[in-house]
């Protein structure tokens, strides 16, 4: 009797047990306990102008659970032989972060480039994807093979010096190779040169001999100097026999913020810019009006997005060739924003092929200097 009585006791106990379950549950979980999420805060990365000479270039992503559950990377998978993952093999337990770090190889890879990384993970969505993306500069040439500029009878490997990122107080130096294929020797000049520039030149350039000119960028004379900006200094070659040529070499420079100071939370708390393409092709372009005499412009358009947390703003959206036109509201995106930047272009203005760069200079640390491709083939 006594045995009956515990037995039907037990049961109550346990009807009672069931009752006082989560709906859903069999276990003491409710449905949504128990589940790893994967989220990123980052899925998209430009490198910007990536020297093909200076080799890897790499970019890590973050993964972070924010599920309740361990998240385990299972496979990362790249789109091109190219682009190597490593990543976090260990599991990622709720509120941590894990990392994706992607290398990029830009040996032979000359141009601009798009690749994808698939992120495979237990979190039971089929995957996820981050982008790399940016520019590869070719790598310089042999030295028989690298002058491709002509100042009257010396040969340069480019007539414009282009540095890209210019940090506060920083001192960059750039050199080119230069030589002198005529019959006589040459002296060298140079005029107009800004205070924070330095060069070292040949004052006598050898009949046949190559020699490197070096510049160098002392960014402690220009304080608080934020954005993009153009100058030149002035060659001035001189033959044995007297003949004179002269020649304005273009300096182009982009002048960032300091960000070596920033914390991991001010980082994470930072502005971040996309856009939705990299470069703008306007195909061949023809004269408009009465006997291809009128002004019609053209333009196209992209957006620029900030998906970061914190204002964006662009110290300077401009074009080193005149002949590309930038408009763009205003300078100052709010987290979430987004805005249209036109590019307009002139069929009148344009002769032959236009190739030029648009630079953004912004106050993303992850990237602060960008720049658009810009093509076209004018009219002939």
């Known amino acids: 009797m006594l045995m009956k009585t515990a037995q039907v006791v037990a049961r109550i106990l346990f009807g009672l047990f069931l009752l006082c379950q989560p709906a859903g549950s069999q276990?003491?979980?409710?449905?949504?306990?128990?589940?790893?999420?994967?989220?990123?805060?980052?899925?998209?990365?430009?490198?910007?102008?990536i020297e093909e000479e200076a080799g890897f270039a790499s970019h890590v992503f973050q993964v972070k659970n924010t599920g309740n559950a361990p998240l385990l990377i299972t496979h990362v998978q790249s789109s091109c032989g190219c682009t190597e993952p490593q990543w976090t093999r260990e599991p990622i337990a709720p509120g941590k972060t894990g990392n994706v770090a992607i290398t990029f190889d830009p040996v032979n890879r000359p141009g601009p480039f798009r690749k994808n990384v698939t992120i495979f993970t237990n979190d039971g969505r089929p995957r996820l994807r981050v982008t790399i993306q940016g520019d590869v500069v070719p790598r310089r040439a042999v030295l028989q093979r690298a002058f491709h500029d002509t100042?009257?009878?010396?040969?340069?490997e480019r007539k414009a010096f282009l540095f890209y990122t210019v940090r506060p107080g920083a001192e960059i130096k750039q050199e080119i190779w230069i030589r002198n294929f005529s019959n006589e020797d040459v002296t060298l000049s140079l005029d107009d040169i800004p205070e924070y520039i330095r060069l070292e030149a040949p004052p006598v350039l050898k009949s046949g001999k190559a020699e490197r000119f070096r510049m160098t960028l002392d960014a402690s004379k220009l304080t608080d100097k934020r954005g993009h900006m153009?100058?030149?200094?002035?060659?001035?070659?001189?033959?044995?026999?007297g003949a004179t040529v002269k020649q304005t070499l273009p300096l182009s420079m982009n002048f960032v913020d300091d960000f070596s100071n920033l914390t991991a939370e001010e980082k994470a708390n930072a502005p971040a810019i996309r856009f939705s393409n990299t470069s703008m092709d306007f195909g061949k372009l023809k004269k408009s009006g009465f006997f291809g005499w009128g002004n019609k412009s053209v333009s196209q358009q992209i957006m620029i997005t900030n998906e970061g947390k914190s204002d964006l703003t662009f110290h300077s959206v401009g074009s080193d060739d005149e002949r590309v036109r930038i408009t763009m509201a205003k300078k100052t995106?709010?987290?979430?924003?987004?805005?249209?930047?036109?590019?307009?272009?002139?069929?009148?203005?344009?002769?032959?092929?236009?190739?030029?760069?648009?630079?953004?200079?912004?106050?993303?640390?992850?990237?602060?200097?960008?720049?658009?491709?810009?093509?076209?083939?004018?009219y002939r």
């Open 27 to 49: 276990d003491g979980k409710t449905e949504t306990e128990g589940a790893p999420v994967a989220t990123l805060p980052e899925s998209v990365y430009d490198f910007g102008l």
């Open 151 to 156: 100042i009257g009878t010396v040969q340069m």
């Open 230 to 241: 153009l100058d030149h200094i002035t060659w001035k070659a001189v033959s044995a026999s």
């Open 333 to 378: 995106l709010r987290a979430g924003e987004s805005i249209a930047m036109n590019v307009i272009l002139s069929p009148k203005t344009l002769e032959g092929q236009l190739a030029a760069e648009v630079y953004l200079v912004c106050n993303d640390p992850q990237g602060p200097v960008r720049n658009i491709r810009v093509v076209a083939e004018g």
